[in-house]
């Protein structure tokens, strides 16, 4: 039962309709907060209860301090549930677990069920395989259903079986995009006591990319797979009122530079500051200027800079765009009206209480390009050459112990990529185009390794830097028509002057919704991306999820030989190791239309700015400079093409997919019948022998260390989502299942299955354990004998032995996507506790929910400053602090004979988590919650 405490409650009229709102001027002193902070306000007066939501949390956040690192806690309930398929079936395959769970315990249930809307789109699980031709869509498409049948039944049966739970089939969208263009409300409504209420359209989504839509006023972030299923099942999320940090934008963008360049600059420049566990706002006079794509573009970006949301107004630029996508006029009045009546609606010239303000002159910025592993390495265009010469040093020189080679880590099922049937480099002459290169190249230092190949019946030589992989992939781009046509009118001009793409590059295109391929046709510059090789591959995100398929047959084949330290160039948003594919070892991101220019050029050793892509049939050297559209070009092709009967159109069957996903055949029931021989979908082990009441939490002794990982180790590295090689655990347990090696699929659509999500953790073949110096990836030693093994063989005899076991990192540990299985591996291998210099926030979080303790070093503390080496005993005490968890803990640390100790932080941050953490996790916690009120 809701109260109104601060008499909020009130009325809107707008049009024909009455709606309810809580007023957000009753509260003074509101008008000074932050966008998403007035937006948090209006959640908790609308859901105020004097229980869980008090009186008390709304005046912490009347009176937030934008000056204090640790604000109070409150109660977020978010509108709605976005998720994608590699983190959303994991998601209904605990709720059907929780369901027989809840059986098991003698409650009924039905009580299991989404209480808010949750809405999941099946886009990560196409893999580029085929490409280069026009039969690459169907034919990876008919793969993706084959492939992913048992994963798709099992979303169908949700979609019956749970209430308010919506599926978008395959070949649709990405998840982002498709919430961009057609999810997203911006204003909410809601039937509630015989009442219609209009609020803040609100969100969390299984994937760290759901700030996208902040760029559309709608507040979201990313959160866990288990963090979402508390939000479903109408668990609020806890949380500390964040500080908000100001980006004060002036100027304009300059000719030549794209919302890609914007937002690498602006992840560079957020992450120097330090935003990570933040709110992001932009605001000031050039907001208006920033088009509501390339909003998108950098909310989406949001987790390369570390912040939790980045947010942008309500403004005119959103109600076209919302026009323009199709929504109703009806729902359109509904923003405008309600933006304004709640100050939501953007004032140039008023300025918040911000943390701190930062300023971004627009006309700053330049042509980028971000990487080799890490998005927030922005590179000058011009500098690019230089700037890889002086990564080579590193990466080139050494041949790394336990590393892949080509045999044993070919990319993805499939032994070869299906070839495209007339590859568009065919007749492009070699790399190096003249002599005069050459020298150049060797006067720079350039490391050299030539390795001739014949591709589709052309010679070519393969090299360190050359760009092996070529993909407009990933919703950070391709929800964005100016940098979109931009690439297709760059290939036109490349076309018109001759050129073709190099024959050792795979080229690939990923839009983020099918109405990308409409105002491509439309406009009539298809036919030129084909001819480069840049045929659609499918709608999902592909390369940047790590399903980029495998490369080239013949260039496979001289990397793993010559060792080649190969790149990949993609429009995505993420390039961490080992995630676009094993044997690439760098990989940039960049705009679209560079994609193809690096295509044309194919290798980082060309200087964009100053040296030409290649030479034509003619032998005439044409430049970057000569192919790119000017900013006219490319706002005639927008203004002539993009319509909002695309969208409208595109999106009237969202939900009815193909004869594939139709023709299904689903079981009925309450209960899903598990199917023991599926190496796909299993019953998750995370209730058994889970008790009505929580066991009292003990102190952990006799540990071992399973890894010691250094700086900015992600949850890719800790539960890679790409390819399973053939002699890991993984695919030891495949094969041994009669699973065919071409039938592997990825450690993204295996995530149903916890016996190949267990032996996949810490399998990133980039890992780098400190426990074996010179090896990389899932290696450790297991101690006392020493002897060196794969981590999820080492955790199985640690199990037999009755060892409890911990892992040591350094800062930001478990950075990058919102990934449930780096929490969950986590605590199956046997893990109790992690100790690091930091986290991001996700993975913390994570660890909470899964009952794994994460604790932090003291300023200035690390593994190396403690000497500590990783082949010690741990014993970690006074965990407990009477009926709670203590703020420190006591670490000793045993090694020969010698006993040391020091003092570790809990970060365990809120009560809300001590309770997950005494639950052994969030969903025991809410299980038994439901079944109290059962």
């Given at each position: 039962?809701?109260?109104?405490?601060?008499?909020?409650?009130?009325?809107?009229?707008?049009?024909?309709?009455?709606?309810?709102?809580?007023?957000?001027?009753?509260?003074?002193?509101?008008?000074?907060?932050?966008?998403?902070?007035?937006?948090?306000?209006?959640?908790?007066?609308?859901?105020?209860?004097?229980?869980?939501?008090?009186?008390?949390?709304?005046?912490?956040?009347?009176?937030?301090?934008?000056?204090?690192?640790?604000?109070?806690?409150?109660?977020?309930?978010?509108?709605?549930?976005?998720?994608?398929?590699?983190t959303g079936v994991p998601c209904v395959v605990d709720l059907v677990a929780m369901r027989d769970a809840m059986t098991d315990l003698g409650g009924p249930p039905s009580k299991i069920n989404p209480q808010i809307p949750a809405e999941l789109v099946i886009d990560h699980s196409v893999i580029a395989e085929a490409f280069a031709s026009a039969a690459a869509f169907g034919l990876n498409s008919q793969l993706e259903f084959e492939r992913n049948k048992e994963r798709y039944q099992l979303l169908r049966w949700g979609q019956q079986a749970f209430d308010d739970f919506l599926v978008v089939p395959p070949d649709t969208g990405i998840c982002h995009q498709v919430n961009l263009e057609y999810l997203s409300r911006v204003t909410f409504t809601r039937d509630r006591g015989g009442v219609t209420q209009a609020y803040p359209d609100t969100l969390v989504g299984t994937d760290s990319h759901t700030p996208m839509v902040n760029g559309l006023g709608v507040l979201g972030w990313g959160v866990g797979g288990i963090e979402a299923e508390a939000a479903m099942l109408g668990q609020p999320i806890s949380m500390l009122i964040p500080q908000v940090i100001g980006v004060r934008l002036s100027g304009e963008l300059s000719d030549g530079t794209t919302a890609t360049d914007l937002v690498l600059t602006v992840a560079e420049l957020l992450r120097s500051i330090g935003v990570v566990g933040k709110f992001v706002e932009f605001f000031g006079p050039s907001v208006q200027h920033v088009p509501l794509a390339t909003r998108a573009t950098i909310g989406n970006m949001s987790p390369e800079y570390g912040s939790t949301a980045t947010m942008f107004p309500i403004d005119d630029v959103t109600l076209d765009y919302l026009r323009l996508t199709g929504r109703s006029d009806e729902q359109i009045a509904l923003v405008e009206a309600y933006a304004k009546e709640q100050g939501?609606?953007?004032?140039?010239?008023?300025?918040?209480?911000?943390?701190?303000?930062?300023?971004?002159?627009?006309?700053?910025?330049?042509?980028?390009?971000?990487?080799?592993?890490?998005?927030?390495?922005?590179?000058?265009?011009?500098?690019?050459?230089?700037?890889?010469?002086?990564?080579?040093?590193?990466?080139?020189?050494?041949?790394?112990?336990?590393?892949?080679?080509?045999?044993?880590?070919?990319?993805?099922?499939?032994?070869?990529?299906?070839?495209?049937?007339?590859?568009?480099?065919?007749?492009?002459?070699?790399?190096?185009?003249?002599?005069?290169?050459?020298?150049?190249?060797?006067?720079?230092?350039?490391?050299?390794?030539?390795?001739?190949?014949?591709?589709?019946?052309?010679?070519?030589?393969?090299d360190h830097g050359d760009v092996v992989i070529a993909a407009i992939t990933s919703c950070t781009n391709t929800s964005n028509p100016s940098v979109m046509l931009a690439a297709a009118l760059l290939a036109k001009h490349a076309v018109e002057k001759g050129l073709k793409t190099r024959p050792w590059v795979k080229t690939t295109l990923a839009p983020g919704s099918r109405v990308v391929t409409d105002y491509f046709d439309r406009s009539g510059l298809t036919p030129y991306l084909d001819q480069l090789g840049f045929n659609l591959v499918g709608y999902g995100c592909t390369t940047c999820i790590g399903n980029s398929g495998p490369l080239i047959p013949e260039v496979s084949r001289a990397v793993g030989e010559n060792d080649l330290n190969v790149s990949a160039v993609l429009s995505g948003n993420r390039n961490f190791e080992g995630r676009i594919h094993p044997e690439v070892r760098m990989n940039f991101l960049a705009s679209p239309p560079l994609v193809i220019a690096y295509a044309l050029a194919g290798s980082l050793h060309t200087d964009l700015l100053t040296e030409p892509l290649n030479t034509n049939d003619a032998g005439e050297p044409v430049y970057l400079r000569d192919i790119w559209p000017s900013e006219e070009e490319i706002q005639q092709a927008v203004d002539e093409n993009v319509e909002a009967s695309m969208f409208t159109k595109g999106y009237s069957d969202v939900y009815a997919g193909d004869d594939n996903w139709r023709s299904m055949t689903i079981a009925d029931g309450d209960v899903y019948d598990w199917d023991g021989t599926s190496t796909y979908i299993q019953r998750p082990p995370f209730f058994d022998g889970m008790t009505r009441e929580p066991q009292p939490i003990a102190d952990i002794s006799g540990a071992r260390v399973l890894a010691k990982l250094g700086d900015s180790v992600t949850t890719d590295h800790i539960s890679p989502a790409g390819a399973i090689k053939l002699d890991s655990p993984a695919g030891r347990y495949l094969t041994d299942h009669g699973v065919e090696r071409k039938d592997f699929n990825s450690y993204g659509s295996r995530r149903g299955n916890h016996h190949v999500m267990i032996r996949g953790t810490f399998a990133n073949v980039r890992l780098r354990n400190q426990l074996v110096p010179g090896v990389e990836g899932g290696f450790t030693k297991h101690w006392p004998d020493g002897e060196q093994t794969t981590i999820y063989d080492a955790s199985v005899a640690y199990e037999k032995e009755g060892v409890p076991l911990v892992v040591i990192a350094g800062k930001d540990y478990g950075s990058g996507s919102s990934r449930d299985w780096a929490a969950k591996g986590t605590r199956l291998l046997g893990v109790?506790?992690?100790?690091?210099?930091?986290?991001?926030?996700?993975?913390?979080?994570?660890?909470?929910?899964?009952?794994?303790?994460?604790?932090?070093?003291?300023?200035?503390?690390?593994?190396?400053?403690?000497?500590?080496?990783?082949?010690?005993?741990?014993?970690?005490?006074?965990?407990?602090?009477?009926?709670?968890?203590?703020?420190?803990?006591?670490?000793?640390?045993?090694?020969?004979?010698?006993?040391?100790?020091?003092?570790?932080?809990?970060?365990?941050?809120?009560?809300?988590?001590?309770?997950?953490?005494?639950?052994?996790?969030?969903?025991?916690?809410?299980?038994?919650?439901?079944?109290?009120?059962?």
């Open positions: 039962m809701t109260t109104n405490s601060f008499d909020s409650r009130d009325q809107l009229a707008v049009g024909a309709k009455t709606y309810e709102i809580h007023r957000l001027d009753r509260i003074e002193g509101s008008a000074r907060l932050p966008y998403s902070l007035k937006v948090l306000l209006e959640n908790l007066l609308r859901n105020e209860d004097g229980t869980v939501v008090t009186g008390a949390q709304i005046e912490a956040l009347r009176d937030w301090d934008p000056a204090s690192e640790q604000n109070p806690e409150i109660q977020y309930t978010p509108a709605r549930v976005l998720m994608q398929d590699f939501l609606w953007h004032d140039p010239d008023h300025v918040p209480d911000f943390s701190r303000i930062v300023d971004l002159d627009l006309s700053t910025v330049e042509p980028s390009i971000a990487g080799p592993t890490r998005p927030q390495d922005r590179i000058p265009l011009g500098d690019a050459p230089r700037t890889v010469l002086g990564l080579f040093g590193d990466q080139t020189q050494q041949r790394v112990a336990g590393g892949i080679d080509s045999a044993s880590a070919a990319s993805f099922p499939a032994s070869d990529p299906i070839a495209p049937g007339s590859h568009s480099g065919d007749d492009a002459p070699p790399r190096h185009t003249s002599a005069a290169q050459l020298t150049a190249n060797e006067k720079l230092g350039w490391p050299s390794n030539p390795a001739d190949v014949i591709v589709n019946g052309r010679d070519a030589i393969v109790r506790a992690v100790i690091a210099q930091s986290y991001e926030r996700i993975h913390r979080s994570n660890l909470i929910g899964m009952g794994v303790l994460p604790l932090q070093f003291h300023d200035g503390d690390s593994a190396e400053s403690l000497n500590l080496t990783g082949d010690e005993v741990y014993s970690i005490s006074g965990i407990a602090d009477g009926d709670g968890v203590a703020d420190e803990v006591t670490v000793t640390v045993e090694s020969g004979g010698e006993t040391r100790k020091f003092q570790a932080k809990v970060r365990i941050d809120t009560p809300a988590e001590a309770a997950y953490y005494l639950n052994d996790g969030i969903l025991q916690y809410v299980l038994r919650n439901l079944l109290a009120k059962a």
